[in-house]
């Protein structure tokens, strides 16, 4: 059974950084594009950044200048460097994404994690 296990939110003030992790746990074979999304309360989750199998990267014009997304393909690992957070950053943080369970087939955004709460005070 693949999981993705999110990490790395806590408490911080505004101003501050922190750096999220996802993990699997579970057989994969890698994965293609992944992203990172976000759900405030009362709020439909939304991507947040994304990227593709060759590095390239989007950010949601929120974002943009103070968030990077990362992956590690060995490691089968995403980050998300949040650098510059703001009290509307606060979320509950998700991982997702395109995700090999074969070698030649993969799933697309099938496997939400329990996220990773962040939450950022004035």
């Known amino acids: 059974q693949v999981q993705l296990v999110e990490s790395g939110g806590g408490l911080v003030q505004a101003g501050g950084s922190l750096r999220l992790s996802c993990a699997t746990s579970?057989?994969?074979?890698?994965?293609?594009?992944m992203g990172w999304y976000r759900q405030a309360p009362g709020k439909e989750r939304g991507l947040v950044a994304s990227i593709t199998s060759g590095g390239t990267t989007n950010y949601a014009d929120s974002v943009k200048g103070r968030f990077t997304i990362a992956r590690d393909n060995a490691k089968n690992t995403v980050y998300l460097q949040m650098d510059g957070l703001k009290t509307e950053d606060t979320a509950v943080y998700y991982c997702n994404g395109d995700i090999y369970v074969t070698r030649d087939y993969y799933r697309s955004n099938a496997y939400w994690g329990q996220g990773t709460q962040v939450t950022v005070s004035s």
């Open positions: 579970g057989r994969i074979f890698g994965f293609k594009r």
